[in-house]
């Protein structure tokens, strides 16, 4: 069974940081994107970042920089490491598995080609 689950969200200062976390289970991280994706309220669903099964990463533009995606293949884990982060940051961060067969750097960037997706997990950031 496939499943992806995030943890590490919270309330956070204006320049501060936070570490998301998203346990995958049920599939190997050798075979699947994974990407890291966002909504805000009253806003589309957007990725901010994404992992090539070969380790390379992808981000939005506005977040390159700030935010660094990660791998603990031994564990299943994917992490975002965002920093320096504003309050337009705020929003539910989901983790998502890219559908397999795609050219990653023309699809990863839009959500409705993710076919997995965790609970996600609310990032509030203060002004």
């Known amino acids: 069974q496939v499943q992806l689950v995030e943890s590490g969200g919270g309330l956070v200062d204006t320049g501060g940081s936070l570490r998301l976390s998203c346990k995958i289970s049920?599939?190997?991280?050798?075979?699947?994107?994974i990407g890291w994706l966002r909504q805000a309220p009253g806003k589309d669903r957007e990725a901010v970042s994404c992992?090539?099964?070969?380790?390379?990463?992808f981000y939005k533009d506005s977040m390159e920089g700030r935010f660094t995606i990660s791998r603990d293949k031994a564990n299943n884990i994917i992490y975002l490491n965002m920093t320096n982060l504003k309050p337009e940051d705020s929003a539910i961060y989901y983790c998502?598995?890219?559908?397999?067969?795609?050219?990653?750097?023309?699809?990863?960037?839009?959500?409705?080609?993710?076919?997995?997706w965790g609970q996600g997990t609310q990032v509030t950031v203060s002004s």
């Open positions: 998502a598995r890219l559908r397999s067969g795609l050219t990653i750097k023309t699809s990863w960037t839009r959500p409705d080609l993710y076919n997995f």
């Open positions: 992992l090539a099964v070969s380790g390379t990463p």
């Open positions: 049920g599939f190997s991280l050798d075979y699947y994107v």
